[in-house]
């Protein structure tokens, strides 16, 4: 019998452990003892207050967008001129990285994940993406039918650049071209940044593989404007030498670099030196954006691009931002200093929002997690681990609590 529901996605649901995390944590905090809870599930960042943050300077700038902007559609369906030109200055040009590159707005770095994903890949071939990585890549992956191969991330410390090259080569010999998804800086979620010498081997070994088939890489730039050494210039100048049968596309968002989660504004940047390969591509992205979602927020893309172009105002931005910074810091140093003392095994952290407990058995985090929960500890499950959200935990309710989750698993082995 046919039903309204189509067979193809039977059975889909949302499962979004991060927002069932966080929903444990709102409720637990309703009941007694509420101020023990812990909710270190959302990716979003609070002060030591527990509020939201949100810059200053950017919704001083957003304040300011002329009404008639806000409440147009975009100038394009790429996005305006302004915003394509502001990103393009604000990850390059002020970086001193010269490189061609063409931009296609789209409604966070979501969009342009999921556009990138349709647009390279047929249903039934294989994105491959870091085996402890951002949750919903499974399920963007799935809206496009297909498969998911991945890599290990770590190899003890490192990048696990073996396991890297195995699995992007066994994608290339089956099916002929590979997409391949790279997080960095900041990994969510482990706050993982790989080195010059990792990318280095990263890409000479896809340019090879380049040889056999088209190479498609996502470059997930999320949290970019939280990398340590302010800005990314080295990697990106990685990418003006690549093959002819490479596509870089990055994922920029909007999102943390604004303080502008809801605003859903971010961009596919489409780097490659095959101009023609690079023109269809960016075609179809814009057919996609037409497609599927129109354009994006133009009240939000001219507040990213007043921000870019207003040199008063970012010099207020990089101080709040330092502060941000500061305190990501600090947070993350009371979690792992105390985490050594107690033994408790953790990702390598370097930098970002998150801390990720490292628990390769999958029954025994299973188990933790639930124990966790039930000791008001409310952090959310992932492959291999348990991540700690330190971006929405204050420090005051940090300290302490390597012992709390020593003591829970130590109490349920
Ligand atoms: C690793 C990673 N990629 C992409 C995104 C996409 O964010 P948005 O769609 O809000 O821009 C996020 C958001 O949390 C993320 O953590």
């Known amino acids: 019998m046919k039903r309204f529901i189509s067979d193809k996605v039977l059975g889909r649901k949302i499962n979004d452990v991060v927002f069932e995390a966080s929903q444990g944590a709102i ?13 270190g599930a959302f990716g979003t960042f609070f002060d030591e207050n527990g509020d939201l943050f949100t810059f200053d300077s950017v919704y001083e700038l957003f304040g300011k967008v002329d009404r008639v902007q806000i409440a147009k559609y975009a100038s394009g369906i790429p996005g305006p001129k302004v915003f394509r030109d502001a990103v393009k200055d604000w990850l390059f040009t002020r970086n001193n ?70 699995t992007t080569n066994e994608v290339m010999d089956k099916e002929g071209k590979v997409l391949v998804f790279i997080n960095d800086p900041c990994q969510n979620p482990t706050g993982y940044t790989m080195t010059n010498k990792e990318w280095d081997t990263v890409l000479t070994h896809l340019n090879t593989l380049a040889d056999k088939g088209p190479v498609v890489l996502l470059h997930d730039i999320a949290y970019i404007d939280f990398h340590k050494e302010g800005h990314y210039g080295r990697i990106f100048n990685k990418f003006r030498n690549l093959s002819e049968n490479m596509l870089v596309v990055l994922a920029f968002s909007a999102s943390k670099t604004m303080t502008a989660y809801g605003m859903r504004v971010g961009a596919q940047v489409l780097i490659s030196s095959n101009k023609d390969e690079l023109e269809a591509f960016k075609h179809a992205c814009e057919n996609t954006a037409r497609g599927v979602w129109s354009t994006v927020n133009n009240g939000g893309m001219m507040t990213f691009a007043s921000l870019v ?7 207020k931005y990089k101080k709040e931002k330092d502060w941000v910074m500061n305190l990501l810091d600090e947070r993350a140093s009371i979690l792992m200093d105390e985490a050594a003392k ?11 929002f998150f801390v990720t407990l490292k628990v390769t058995d999958e029954a025994e985090k299973d188990a933790l997690h639930t124990a966790l929960k039930d000791a008001g500890i409310f952090i959310v499950n992932i492959k291999g681990g348990l991540r700690i959200a330190i971006c929405s935990i204050q420090k005051a309710k940090l300290k302490g609590l390597a012992k709390r989750i020593k003591d829970v698993h130590d109490a349920h082995k």
């Open 309 to 315: 172009n207003n040199k008063g105002v970012q010099e």
């Open 342 to 352: 107690v033994n408790l095994d953790l990702y390598p952290y370097k930098e970002g």
């Open 27 to 39: 409720d637990a905090s309703n009941k007694e003892n509420g101020h023990r809870v812990i909710n």
């Open 97 to 166: 990285v010269t490189i061609d590159s063409e931009v296609i707005a789209t409604p966070g770095g979501t969009g342009a994940l999921s556009s990138t994903i349709k647009n390279t890949l047929a249903p039934g071939e294989t994105v491959v993406y870091p085996e402890i990585g951002w949750g919903p890549y499974k399920t963007i992956a799935a809206q496009h039918n297909v498969n998911i191969a991945t890599y290990d991330m770590f190899d003890g410390d490192a990048f696990n650049i073996e396991s890297f090259v195995k």
